[in-house]
Structures are given as C-alpha cells and as structure tokens.
C-alpha cells in the first residue's frame, strides 16, 4: 500500500548527453480522477542518442507512461507526457507523495536525469447533511433535509429514510438531489404515525436518513425522532382526573433558536417552539417553526417570545457581523478611490474605480495593494502591487464584477482598500467605499406531478425556486379552463428568500362529483406574479374519475336481481305446491305426488 510523506524535496539535473530543466511540479489530484502532466527533454550532446524513462516512488496502477524510450538529434527537444490516476479504494490515503521520473542514456548508461515530483492524494470532499429540526413532537411531524457540498464539482446525492418500522410513515420529497459547488440543496421528509399506534405504548420513534452520493461507497447519516403526543384520559363530567394524569401547566418550550453564517455577512435564524399560542420574533408574529435570512449592519441581537396561557419563554441570540472597514492613513503612502459609491448587477458587466496611489515618503518603495470587505472572486485589480519613487504616483483600475451565484445577495457592501509599504509591511494606509448590489428576481415556478387521477380531491406541490440575489414575494392565482375546480394554497403570497427552494401544497377538488360518467381531465393554469409585474407560468393536469364509468353495471346488477327474484319466487312456489317444506323433508314421495296432481289439474 502506498504511504504518504509530510514534505517533499526539489531536484534539477543536467548532464552532458540530456538537459532537463524542470521544477519539482505539486500535483494535486482526487482519488479516481485522472492529472496529465509533461517534462521537457533536450539532447544537449553532440551525437544522436537514445533515451528510455521509467517512474520511481509509486505503484504502477497509479500512474500511464505511455512512452518508455525516444530518440532525439542533436540540439533536438520532445515533452514527455504522462498521466496520474489515483484509484479509488481503501488502499489510497490522503497526503504527499514523492516519486522521480528517472532518464536514461543507453550511449552514456552512467549518467542520468531524476526530476522529483510531488504528488498530492486530496480526499474527496463528502457532502454535509443536516436536519432540522432534529426532534418534533406530534403525530405527523415535517422535517428539512439540506445536504451542503463543499467540493468544486456538482454531484447527485440519493436520499432514504431508514429505521422506520411498520407504525411509522416516512415521505421523502425528493429522494434525490442535485448540488451545486459550494451550495447547498433541500427535501422536505414528512413523518407521521399509523393506526398501529393506538395499540402501542411507545412514545419516542426514532429513524434516519442516509445520504448516499452518486459513484461513492461513502454514506453520510443523521438521525431524527418523533415524540408522539400523550393521549389524555377523558373522564365523565364532575369527576377530576388523578393527580398524575392531569396535565402539566409549564410554559411554553423553545427548542431551538439559533443564528447560523458562512460568512458572517448573512446570518439565518432558524427557530422551533412547542406548546405555544403565539410566538414572536422582536416584534414580528411568526409560526411556531421556522427560518429568517438577516443582513445586520453591526452587532445586534435578536430575541424570539414564546405564549401561552400558563406563562411565557423568551431566548436571545446574539450576532457580530463583520466590522465595517475604516479609514487609515499614513506618512508613507496616499491612497484614493473614485468613486467611491459603485452600483452593479450581479452577473452582468463590470463596473470600475480608479485607486490613485502615491508615495508621499522620502524613499523609493514598493506597494501591495488589496481590497478587504468582499470576496475576492467579486472584484479583479489591474496591478496587485506597484513600485513609486517619492512624491511621484499611479492609478489602478479596480473592477467590481460579483457573480450571480448562490450566497451572492443584493445590498449594500462596504469595502476598504488598503495600500501597505512593503519595506515596513506594520505601515499601511485605507480608502473606503460602497458596493451595492442592485435588486434582482428569476425564479421558476412548476407543478408536481403534471397528472394525477382522482375520485375526489388529490395534493400538487408548487415547486418555486429562486433564482436571483433578491427575495421574490409572489402573488399565487390558478385557474382552470372550465372553472370547475376549486383550489386551496396554504400560502398564496410566499416571499421565497435568495437562492432558496420552496414546496407549498395545493390542494384540488372537483365543483361537482360525478358518480357515474367518463373520466374528465382538467387544465390548471398557475401564475405566480412579482410586485413589479413579472409573471410565470405553470402547468397540470388532474383527470377526474367518476365511482363508475356507465349506467350499465348498475343495469346488470338489476337485472340480476330480478332474476333472482323471480327464479326464488318460482322455486318457493313449487314447494309450496306438493304441501310445504315440511312435506318436502319428512316425505318426498308425497310432495311429488301432491305437486304432480296440481301441475295435472292446471291443463286438464
């Protein structure tokens, strides 16, 4: 098995018949994927000679030397390609590891070339699974899946619910997602209990949910639990219930009230209370569980009140967003932005600053320039560093150019560019500035499924995610064509936060139910509109199916009926004839005889 080391060393060699030039090269690659890299060689003698190449330091299913001999001219050069590849298995461990590709002359098998190489094994980046909230109380309980993936490739995560026994019933939607590079995606996984629970004792059911990522051995877990509620005993009236059956007066509970950043720009408070008949947020009314994104400008606190009738419960959170960047300056350098207010979209063109940067010292010195407050992936500078003799100046272009990418919000962003000496680094000097991020709203909007059959009433799911770095409050209208259906959101003015996914379920059921008739299908049109006006579109379909496709069933079973009916009456009759049941089980021979005379009687 290959072992990893901690460091790795540099060697450069030349001798008189092959002249190789080339750095010790770190090569960074993940298990199972494939790095191709080359190396120069150069016959730097006088005569044709003949060179053979082989890899020391690594298993040889780790690495493709597709060429193992060459021969070159004089002053003649040709690039040695080769290629790395990792296997995917227990047997690889993360780490460096040191190999020489070795250069050999068959003219001169005394001298040869070793060019040292590092490799570096990285370990695949695992995709993170959450839950929230992790315990809920209730009979039916609706928990959120959010699977992060801090890898740089997109990757297709499958999703199950283990754990779960027959009284429970787990709906996991969707069982399978799709995430981003660097993002994040979510599934809605309802829990509820059975009929089954009502002859069990069990108060507490545990499950789990298992990621599993698409061509990964690898599984990641995290466990749930759903306390069912106590069942109260009901007592005729005028008599009280025991002492330890009577119900807990306490106030309410507050399970969880946290502030979760990356970046410590945009905070999200996620919230979970029990037993409570009001809840707020600072001043705001909210539902009992929930989520909030937050941009705080400075260090604020946030506070979240429980209610009910038996008292009150209240938890703080307390968040310190990054310090707004200040103003500095220096005896050694000046340094000015302009302007020094910036409006841009983002994902669209870039916009531009000027930094003016002048050394006002005595000596000649060399500046580094930097922008601190954003992220270094939303601005590019036209020179990172820049040398002055004294008094003298020079402007760098400073171009601010965000992607429309996931964590991307649009606000207000302040930034500093800081100038620092390089010959006393401690000496620096800061311009500020603003970067607004203009308002932005995409979103897509569908239905799940597209069809569905029906007897009565069925459940769609409007599926809306957000595409832009603004939050989008809607306005939800479905119709039909034949206005024949009536439809009931839970939500029909959702705000859906930056970059975030929502289901709300929609619930559809015919005017008129039909009992007999053939199956009707129903188009449903949805439009969600913006404030501003913008509108989309979707679309399903429900076919509506009466209890019994025609009257003929209905006219089959009648008809035999009646001629049940009638077949019983003539039966009944007849027995009736030879003198009666009685007559027919104590002495057939009579019966015959008696029903035989009257059967004469009727045509003689």
């Not at 005569?47 to 890899?55: E, G, H, K, N, S």
């Not at 995709?127 to 009979?139: D, I, K, S, V």
């Not at 937050?294 to 260090?299: G, H, L, Q, R, S």
Request: glycine content about 6%; hydrophobic content about 35%.
């Amino acid at each position: 098995m290959q072992q990893p080391i901690d460091r790795h060393d540099r060697i450069e060699t030349m001798s008189n018949r092959t002249d190789v030039s080339v750095e010790s090269k770190n090569i960074s690659v993940t298990p199972g994927e494939t790095v191709r890299t080359s190396a120069p060689i150069r016959n730097s003698g006088d005569a044709q000679a003949q060179f053979t190449f082989r890899i020391e330091g690594l298993n040889s299913d780790w690495y493709n030397l597709p060429v193992s001999s060459t021969t070159l001219f004089p002053r003649d050069e040709e690039e040695l390609a080769f290629s790395l590849h990792p296997p995917k298995d227990e047997s690889t461990k993360p780490g460096l590891y040191p190999f020489t590709l070795v250069i050999d002359c068959r003219q001169n098998p005394g001298a040869s070339e070793r060019i040292a190489f590092t490799l570096e094994v990285r370990d695949i980046p695992e995709p993170q699974l959450e839950l929230a909230p992790r315990r809920f109380t209730g009979n039916k309980g609706v928990y959120r899946v959010t699977v992060s993936n801090p890898g740089d490739r997109t990757v297709v995560v499958r999703l199950r619910v283990t754990g779960s026994d027959t009284v429970m019933r787990c709906t996991l939607q969707p069982e399978s997602v799709t995430v981003p590079a660097g993002g994040s995606a979510e599934s809605t996984l309802e829990v509820g209990l059975r009929w089954r629970r009502f002859f069990s004792s069990r108060q507490e059911y545990s499950f789990t949910i298992l990621a599993e990522q698409a061509g990964s051995d690898r599984v990641k877990s995290v466990a749930g639990e759903l306390v069912r509620k106590k069942r109260r005993m009901r007592l005729p009236s005028g008599l009280s219930s025991p002492a330890p059956l009577r119900r807990r007066k306490e106030p309410p509970d507050i399970t969880c009230f946290e502030a979760v950043t990356e970046d410590r720009r945009r905070y999200r408070l996620n919230w979970s209370v029990e037993q409570a008949r009001e809840v707020k947020l600072d001043d705001e009314e909210v539902e009992l569980q929930g989520f909030r994104e937050m941009v705080p400008a400075e260090v604020t606190t946030y506070v979240l009140t429980a209610v009910n009738k038996h008292g009150y419960r209240s938890k703080t959170v307390e968040v310190e967003p990054l310090p707004a960047p200040e103003e500095k300056y220096s005896d050694r350098v000046l340094v000015m932005v302009t302007p020094d207010s910036l409006s841009v979209t983002a994902g669209s063109e870039p916009v531009e600053a000027a930094v003016e940067v002048r050394n006002i010292g005595s000596i000649v010195d060399k500046f580094s320039v930097e922008v601190e407050g954003i992220p270094r992936s939303w601005y590019s500078l036209s020179a990172p560093e820049v040398a002055l003799m004294p008094h003298a100046g020079e402007d760098i272009q400073l171009a601010f150019h965000p992607p429309k990418a996931e964590g991307v919000v649009s606000g207000t962003y302040p930034f500093a560019v800081t100038v620092r000496s390089q010959s006393i680094p401690d000496d620096s000097a800061s311009a500020v500035g603003r970067l607004e991020i203009l308002p932005s709203v995409d979103y897509s909007v569908s239905l799940k499924p597209y069809r569905v059959l029906s007897r009565r009433k069925c459940t769609f799911q409007v599926h809306i995610v957000s595409k832009d770095v603004t939050e989008a409050g809607l306005f939800i209208d479905v119709i039909d064509a034949e206005n024949g259906l009536r439809f009931k959101l839970e939500n029909d003015s959702p705000v859906i936060p930056p970059w975030q996914t929502v289901d709300i379920p929609m619930l559809v059921k015919p005017k008129r139910n039909s009992l007999i008739g053939d199956i009707k299908r129903y188009d449903i049109n949805l439009t969600a509109t913006t404030a501003e006006g913008y509108i989309q579109l979707a679309r399903c379909q429900m076919d509506h199916k009466p209890f019994l496709s025609s009257w003929r069933p209905i006219f089959r079973t009648v008809k035999y009926i009646v001629f049940v009916g009638v077949a019983g009456f003539a039966v009944w009759y007849l027995i009736r004839l030879g003198g009666g049941w009685s007559s027919l089980t104590s002495d057939p021979q009579t019966w015959i005889d008696g029903t035989i005379r009257h059967l004469r009687g009727w045509f003689y």
